[in-house]
């Protein structure tokens, strides 16, 4: 379906795309919407939303979710946004701006200084399911769960009643 959508695209026509997804927006889209409770709360390309974000994102996993916590108040000082845990997968995520790799390294220091074993600990450019954390303070719903879930792209929706929502422009 993408193909079609950017054949489409790449003839001329618009194309108004809404969707929930917002891996779908990210890779449609020359413009975005996102709506929140029936609300925009902004619009651009995905850069200059991700931009709006600032920075990096520092992100890991506990494997041991009883140590979320733990690794949660060990970090939280070093980033420029509160941490989002996913309850589910143990994935811990926050905005670190600009600091890029030196918040890398003090985040090892810290977690080892905790003792909190975590995998996968990396930085990242900001996604679409950061943005929305940032303009709305709350993950998107998923399937009607307060929170959503953070592993992988998460939808910008609810498929009760579609309160979340990212509109995109081709």
């Not at 946004?81 to 090892?108: F, I, Q």
Request: aromatic letters at 2%.
């Amino acid at each position: 379906m993408w193909a079609i959508i950017r054949s489409l695209v790449a003839g001329g026509t618009t194309l108004l795309l809404t969707t929930q997804y917002l891996d779908e927006a990210d890779e449609l889209a020359n413009e975005i919407v996102v709506i929140d409770h029936g609300l925009v709360i902004a619009a651009g390309t995905s850069e200059q939303l991700k931009d709006r974000v600032g920075g990096d994102v520092l992100e890991f996993t506990v494997p041991d979710p009883t140590r979320c916590g733990d690794a949660v108040v060990a970090i939280s000082k070093i980033g420029e946004s509160e941490p989002h845990v996913d309850k589910e997968t143990g994935v811990v995520s926050m905005g670190v701006g600009s600091r890029g790799s030196d918040a890398l390294v003090e985040a090892v220091r810290i977690l080892d200084g905790a003792a909190v074993e975590t995998r996968g600990l990396a930085l990242r450019r900001p996604s679409l399911d950061d943005v929305f954390l940032a303009l709305t303070g709350h993950a998107a719903e998923e399937d009607g769960e307060a929170g959503g879930r953070r592993r992988g792209r998460r939808k910008a929706g609810s498929q009760q009643g579609g309160k979340d929502t990212a509109k995109a422009a081709s």
